[in-house]
């Protein structure tokens, strides 16, 4: 793990609304403010920072809910997994969801009134601050337990289940308001209770961790942001309370950040894909740049978060998509979402590639404090985009596109880590957008309640991938929709070989051996350039075994396709594509409609309109082994 540097002094607070800063730090949010505050350069930026922060004022504050018939109330949020819950735990469920509900959106608002008021000195905009914050002052504790308690049977453990995804987003929002509120906007018996609102926190978190009451502290896992969240908590409560009077909470919290920061990618691979990345990372840089803005860059300069930007710019696909494995919920649309945290990176790290994805391939800087702050940073030219493809060892993918260019051909190819983990059972996937048209894509994420999540959606049946026999392949356990550490794997590994990747196009594969019944080995070669993906399936069933043989191919199209048979195989056409399947042995090819939150957002009725057509090639009858060869591309 890094260190800080010898000599670092750490300042702390000294008063509710200014923040003394080491000068080799980064500058508190309200100094960085202050600068941009007259400049007539950024007079557009204001704006709309203004403009946002008055859209928040016109809503009304979001009060907490205390029985279960509040829920969804005041702007509050009901979980929908608490519907099949039984009466016992159903209340304390959807209360402590509500929370999380309430906290993000917290994170959000406040930080927005407190710059607006800072910016305009507007009354209006400083009374809905405050009676934002007197509300949220009764919110002890900011994450009430029964999170734990999202399916049938769940028991709440003695003690509860500690701190979460609240903690962290709650004490981001307060002490954000605090360091960006105008002097003398929040009075001393409002900051008091804040405060003491924080001492709780603070000394919950540390229990959590001395008890290892959390099932992320009993079993070590700092990959999930359920580790992340609290942590940010811990820190930003010890900065804002004094750290001198909280030595030893904030060095917990700085190690269990840095434990965080090092359990990922050096090259900056997030484990858990685009969607939690977004989350989970967003709540890293809050709390490293607050502890750089007290003089300690132990997190802003870890290599982690140097070199993210540049793996979630790899995200971004052709045709306003995105790579969505894992529980990265859609892809098409799905890109302006991370719009802050590009933001973030640029106001907390200066990243010349981050400030060029804002630039080049969003629609700019996000309208908060993180965004008015990057509007602020020097402009980049196109020599800081990262080259458009990259593989990657710990994330197990690989990312292609021909280019930069929205109308671009984009491939990416889903692998296996050991280490994987809240993940699909999809090793092997391979999606492919032609000229910014979805050809070949996976099923996406709906929520998690959704009733297909589980058997059409995280399962191999929402994936381009290898299924033996009928029965669908499932990523969970028997009796389970949803484990607290995420989607259980099946144990598959599947390290990607990289054979060529450039300019023109590319050449993997990847070999399975385990997460199957009766599999001896599946091997994937997959072939592209800019018009067309060719993929080889070699499947060998264990000694003794036969099974059908089958392989589902997504259309990222809700067209009919058209099966016709040809020497040697099949051709499948749908609107101006195809694919033409070959193999030497007798296959079944028909064409199904499967739901879809990919290129179109699924819902609980499971309307036929955002289904999208599906290809399964299947053996005619059990077999032990198979080969098949598919081409797609235009007609």
């Known amino acids: 793990m890094r260190v800080a540097a010898a000599g670092m002094i750490l300042v702390a607070w000294v008063s509710v609304s200014g923040m003394a800063a080491d000068p080799g730090g ?16 950024h007079e557009a930026g204001r704006s709309r920072l203004v403009a946002a ?38 209340e304390r469920f959807a209360l402590a969801m509500s929370d999380h509900g309430a906290a993000g959106m917290l994170a959000e608002e406040l930080p927005l009134l407190a710059a607006a008021c800072r910016l305009t000195g507007d009354e209006a905009l400083k009374a809905r601050l405050v009676a934002q914050l007197e509300e949220t002052a009764g919110w002890s504790p900011l994450q009430r337990p ?43 018996p409002l900051n008091g209770r804040l405060r003491a609102l924080l001492e709780n926190e603070v000394a919950g978190v540390v229990d959590d961790w001395r008890t290892a009451r959390p099932w992320f502290v009993r079993d070590r896992n700092p990959v999930t942001n359920q580790w992340v969240l609290p942590t940010e908590g811990l820190i930003r409560g010890c900065l804002v309370l004094g750290v001198d009077d909280h030595r030893d909470a ?47 860059r132990r997190g802003v300069d870890h290599p982690f978060l140097r070199n993210f930007p540049t793996w979630l710019t790899h995200h971004l696909q052709p045709g306003d998509m995105i790579v969505n494995c894992f529980d990265a919920g859609p892809a098409r649309g799905a890109a302006l979402a991370a719009r802050p945290l590009f933001s973030l990176l640029v106001a907390c790290t200066g990243s010349p590639v981050a400030r060029w994805t804002l630039s080049r391939q969003l629609d700019g800087p996000s309208d908060d404090v993180a965004g008015l702050l990057a509007r602020a940073a020097p402009p980049v030219d196109d020599g800081a985009a990262p080259p458009p493809f990259a593989a990657y060892e710990r994330a197990a993918r690989v990312n292609w596109r021909s280019s930069w260019r929205p109308d671009a051909t984009g491939v990416w190819v889903r692998g296996g880590h050991p280490l994987d983990q809240h993940d699909h059972h999809d090793r092997g996937h391979v999606n492919f957008i032609l000229d910014g048209r979805p050809l070949l894509i996976e099923a996406g994420t709906p929520s998690y309640s959704h009733p297909l999540m589980g058997s059409h959606f995280a399962s191999g049946y929402g994936h381009n991938v290898l299924q033996l026999g009928l029965e669908e392949p499932r990523p969970v356990e028997a ?20 054979r060529r990747l450039n300019a023109a196009g590319g050449e993997v594969s990847l070999r399975v051996a385990s997460g199957y019944d009766r599999l001896d080995e599946w091997r994937r070669d997959v072939t592209w350039d800019d018009r067309e993906v060719c993929v080889r ?61 990919t290129v179109n957002a699924a819902t609980d009725d499971a309307r036929p309109e955002t289904f999208h057509t599906c290809v399964v090639i299947a053996s005619a009858g059990p077999e032990a082994r198979l080969d098949v060869d598919v081409r797609v591309g235009v007609r």
């Open 26 to 41: 980064l500058p508190p949010w309200n100094a960085a403010l202050d600068r941009v505050a007259t400049d007539e350069a």
């Open 53 to 90: 922060a008055r859209a928040v004022a016109a809503k009304p504050i979001i009060r907490r809910a205390h029985r279960l018939e509040d829920v969804g109330r005041n702007r509050t949020w009901m979980d929908g997994r608490a519907h099949a819950l039984e009466d016992a735990i159903r």
């Open 146 to 188: 029964g999170w734990t308690l999202y399916h049938p049977g769940a028991t709440l453990p003695d003690g509860g289940d500690g701190n979460w995804l609240a903690t962290g987003s709650g004490v981001r929002a307060i002490a954000d308001a605090l360091e960006l509120a105008p002097a003398g906007v929040i009075d001393e």
């Open 250 to 296: 904030y060095e917990l919290g700085v190690r269990n950040l840095l434990a965080a920061l090092d359990s990922h990618g050096a090259a900056g691979e997030f484990e858990e894909g685009f969607g939690y990345a977004s989350f989970t990372v967003t709540s890293m840089l809050h709390a490293a740049r607050a502890m750089a803005a007290h003089g300690d």
């Open 479 to 498: 009796g389970t929709t949803f484990a607290p550490r995420g989607w259980q794997q099946l144990g598959v590994v599947a390290p990607l070989t990289v």
């Open 537 to 597: 399936d070699e499947v060998r069933l264990a000694k003794g075994q036969a099974d059908v043989i089958l392989f589902r191919w997504h259309l990222g199209s809700n067209a009919a396709a058209e099966i016709t048979p040809i020497a040697g195989g099949f051709r499948v056409g749908w609107d101006d594509a195809e694919m033409v399947i070959a193999s030497p042995g007798r296959l079944v090819v028909t064409a199904i409609k499967a739901p879809d939150n």
